[in-house]
């Protein structure tokens, strides 16, 4: 955050036109959202919706609750509930799943996790899918800063608090590679 703090500061003490800024946190970068209006520099938000400022002009981004309705779909088809071309799978389960979350300070991984979940949620009602941990909010799941060691810290902590029945994982719903880094790690472990 402090590097692209600095980057934007210099960014319109050169004299940028305009910033398209990829926050990489959606809330801390007010001072400098402030100096660009000041200026009379346009602001475009890409990717993650920078919150918290009048000062954006413009929001650019993709359906991230499409994205995440992809993600759902990819768990079920790893799962054998969905074939490739979205057709009902051969599995009938039930299957152990966890849930991870991107950065609850990122706008994007609430859309994710609400596309996710509204694959995932009619498959955990009727028990096909069971989060054994008992963790299916967004508020519980979730990853801050997206970093690996905490995901993979988390997965640890689930397989020992819930999985040490000899149970095992049948899958994990995972937004973002670095997250799937640490929880495969875990789970080699």
Request: negative net charge.
């Amino acid at each position: 955050i402090p590097t692209q703090s600095q980057q934007v500061d210099q960014m319109i003490t050169q004299g940028a036109d305009v910033l398209i800024i990829a926050a990489i946190d959606g809330t801390a970068l007010s001072g400098q959202l402030q100096n660009a209006a000041d200026q009379g520099i346009p602001v475009i938000a890409y990717d993650r919706l920078i919150r918290d400022s009048e000062n954006v002009d413009f929001y650019v981004s993709f359906d991230n609750f499409q994205v995440g309705v992809a993600q759902g779909n990819a768990l079920l088809t790893g799962l054998g509930l969905l074939n490739e071309d979205g057709s009902p799978g051969s599995a009938t389960g039930p299957f152990n799943i966890e849930l991870f979350a991107g950065s609850l300070d990122d706008n994007n991984a609430h859309f994710f996790f609400d596309g996710a979940m509204s694959v995932l949620q009619p498959l955990m009602d009727d028990g096909t899918l069971v989060v054994k941990s008992g963790q299916t909010d967004i508020e519980k799941v979730a990853t801050l800063r997206w970093q690996q060691e905490t995901a993979q810290k988390r997965m640890e902590d689930l397989l020992t608090s819930s999985y040490n029945d000899g149970s095992r994982v049948d899958g994990v719903l995972s937004p973002y590679d670095g997250l799937s880094r640490g929880i495969i790690t875990a789970l080699q472990n």
